[in-house]
């Protein structure tokens, strides 16, 4: 089983930019294929990002390409999602989460969450 452990959220402005990092722990992080997810206030988790084993392949929600960048180290065992351009929209709970099922709102594993919240 592998831990994942989310940080970075917290309050910005519309326009403006975070990073959320993700560390894992637990099983060979390398080998897993990780993603970002969030959740909105009364809606639906949905999938926002995902990277391969390698980070040779990311894969990006509609609402995230051109404005959001996975990224990972493996030597680290951390996953990131650089975000830019954050519109109030974006405001949610965001969670990383290993073996993604991409454009899906599955996974094999979760992390806690970490609150995004974007001002108008």
């Known amino acids: 089983q592998v831990q994942l452990v989310e940080s970075g959220g917290g309050l910005v402005q519309a326009g403006g930019s975070l990073r959320l990092s993700c560390a894992a722990s637990?099983?060979?992080?390398?080998?897993?294929?990780m993603g970002w997810f969030r959740q909105a206030p009364g809606k639906e988790r949905e999938f926002v990002a995902a990277?391969?084993?390698?980070?040779?392949?990311?894969y990006y929600a509609d609402s995230a390409k051109g404005r959001f960048t996975i990224s990972r180290d493996n030597a680290k065992n951390t996953v990131y999602l650089q975000m830019s351009s954050l519109k109030p929209e974006d405001t949610a709970v965001y969670y990383c989460?290993?073996?993604?099922?991409?454009?899906?709102?599955?996974?094999?594993?979760w992390g806690q969450g970490t609150q995004v919240t974007v001002s108008s």
């Open positions: 990277i391969s084993w390698s980070g040779g392949s990311t």
């Open positions: 989460a290993a073996d993604p099922v991409v454009f899906s709102s599955q996974a094999g594993s």
């Open positions: 637990g099983r060979t992080f390398s080998r897993d294929a």
